[in-house]
Structure formats: C-alpha cells, structure tokens
C-alpha cells in the first residue's frame, strides 16, 4: 500500500488558517487522498477527501499537488475544537471488501489559545 | 446519516474474565465492519475484517481463539476479548462501510482496561 509522509507535530494560533502537509511520493493514478482526524479519546472522523482537483467542504479545504505526490489539508480558521490528529491516507478506487484504509502516525495538531 | 456506535464505552474488568464490545450501524446496514485497536500515543491497527454471514478475517499476529468476532447482521457486529490480560487494555474502535470498499464510518471507541 502506497505510504504517507506526514510531520509527528504542528502548532497553530486560534483563529489563524492551518496548513497541514502530506507527502505520499508512491501515489498511483486510482489513489484518492483522504484526511481524518481523530479528537482525544473519540473514533477518527472524516474530513475530506479528493483525487486530483482540490475540494472545499465546510470543515476543510485540501489542495493537491498538479504531480499529486503531496497534498496540503488547509483549516481556514483554527478553533481549540479542532486540536486533533490528523491523519493522511491514501485508499484505493476499487477493492474487495479487504480493509482500504491504512492509518500512519498522523500529525497532532495543538491549537494555542 | 452513516451513524456507527458502540457499547460500552468504556469497560474494566478482571484479569481472565471476558468482555463483548458491541458495534451498530444505526442508519444503514454495513456489508462489511472492521475492528482496530489502538495502544496509548500510536495509530489505529486494523485487527479483522468482519463480513455479514461469514468468517472474519484477521490480521497477522491477532489471535482469532482470543478475539472473537461475530457479524451475525448487517446492523451488528461483536468483539470478544476473551480471558482478557493488562495488556489488552486498549482503546477499540469499529468502522463499518455499506458500498464494498466504500468509506468507512467509524464509532467512537470502547477503552478496555483489564486489570
């Protein structure tokens, strides 16, 4: 399975944009980049996801790189809610009913107050 | 819509004694539930692959004799920790998909400690 590169760590300011990297150099053509987070002590959560055009929802944005081999989940304005880890994943288009999604080490993001 | 929960939330139990963890899909009937398991500080480690109407199926390493599954509906699935130790107290957590290889929507977790 295609692997992520994500940072262990990041801080942000309340109220300020986030910018959320991920490396995934091994991408194939029929990987979609999907993001979820996982608060404290809860099940992970879905964020987005995308294939080649970046995508907005209410919670995020994630903008992908035009080779695809990184993509960036982009949180317009930080609230101490969103104190999470967020985790990078790449799922196949088509499966069998087998597992697709794989989880890394994520990256925990601190919101300061 | 896609609602997964599980009970109980928590649970803390003797050493040898064996506790069931309860998995539902509330609002849709998954084909198929997956069971993690996550230790303090790490990520989520798939543990089994759990079909309606068949065998689940386990990853390497995870003893099936100990962790028994059951997916007897398409609403419902079951972990058994049996004859549980301290070190499987952990956080487990349940997702469920309704398209095969569709997205998984996960519950919000049951953490076992075994004292």
């Known amino acids: 399975d295609a692997k992520t590169t994500q940072p262990n760590s990041m801080e942000s300011n309340e109220e300020e944009p986030v910018h959320l990297p991920c490396n995934h150099s091994t991408i194939s053509g029929t990987d979609y980049i999907h993001w979820y987070r996982q608060l404290p002590s809860q099940g992970p959560e879905y964020v987005i996801h995308?294939?080649?055009s970046n995508v907005n929802n209410r919670m995020a944005s994630l903008a992908i790189a035009e080779d695809r081999k990184s993509s960036t989940l982009i949180l317009h304005r930080a609230t101490l809610r969103d104190a999470a880890v967020y985790y990078c994943?790449?799922?196949?288009?088509?499966?069998?009913?087998?597992?697709?999604?794989?989880f890394g080490t994520g990256t925990r993001l601190t919101v300061i107050p | 819509g896609a609602v997964v929960s599980q009970h109980p939330s928590w649970v803390i139990c003797k050493s040898g004694t064996s506790v069931k963890i309860e998995c539902r899909s509330l609002?849709?009937?998954?084909?198929?539930m997956f069971w993690y398991r996550q230790f303090p500080k790490q990520s989520l480690m798939l543990m089994a692959t759990s079909n309606e109407g068949s065998k689940a199926t386990y990853e390497q390493g995870v003893e099936k004799d100990k962790f028994l599954i059951n997916h007897a509906s398409l609403t419902l699935s079951t972990l058994t920790v049996t004859s549980a130790h301290p070190e499987d107290s952990s956080f487990y957590i349940c997702?469920?998909?309704?398209?095969?290889?569709?997205?998984?929507?996960f519950g919000p977790g049951t953490r076992l400690t075994v004292l």
């Open positions: 994943i790449l799922r196949k288009a088509v499966q069998t009913g087998a597992n697709n999604l794989f």
């Open positions: 997702s469920a998909t309704f398209l095969v290889g569709g997205e998984q929507f």
């Open positions: 995308g294939l080649t």
């Open positions: 609002d849709f009937q998954a084909t198929t």
